[in-house]
């Protein structure tokens, strides 16, 4: 004889599987550590430099960084700042807020042995404000596309260049000359990339 099925409300229900982070990679394009492959924890909001918008950007910057003091002020992945590091700068400090990133950046650096870096769980523009004034030969930022971090960001980081040196900003929208001079700064070169606006921003001259 045959047994109708169980009505679905009677079938035992599978066990549910924790959801297993994904993964997936992020590459140095030049320098020391050239084609190294990182992964990347798949993080809300964490949004990886793009290939194509950091080979830009290093050829902005030039391909040599000896000597170069840096701050990666919303690490993240750290790709930007580890990718300072394999091109030589002396000083990469790195700062994230994330317990979980900050744990990723520092099996990233015992993975390359990155002893130029440093790694601070913390809050990104603080650590801006607490650097001596004009002291960073580059800055890198690209806080959440979502927050409201922007402004205090740009401010610190103008008080914190060295005359000479560059801010990179990665923001959702293209930031003017007119809004970036309370921070005393200038867009120096610009790329739009998909949604990413990528900015080089330089230090204002003073008047004569």
Known sequence: MK????????????PIRPRTPQTHEVRIIGGLWK????AVVEHPGLRPTPDRVRET??????????????????????????EAASRGAKEVLLVEQDTGLVAQLKRVQTQLQASATQIVRGDGVAALKHLDPASMDAIFLDPPFDSVLFEAALQAAGRAVANGGFVYLEAPILWTDAQLAGAELHVHRHLKAGAVHAHLLKRLQASA
């Not at 099925?5 to 229900?13: E, G, I, V």
């Not at 040599?64 to 992945?77: E, K, P, V, Y």
């Open 3 to 14: 047994q109708d099925k169980p009505a679905a409300s009677q079938r035992p229900a599978r």
């Open 35 to 38: 084609r190294t492959k990182l």
């Open 57 to 82: 950007l290093f050829n902005w910057l030039g391909q040599d960084l000896s000597g170069w003091r840096c701050i990666d002020a919303f690490a993240g992945t750290g790709v930007l700042g580890f």
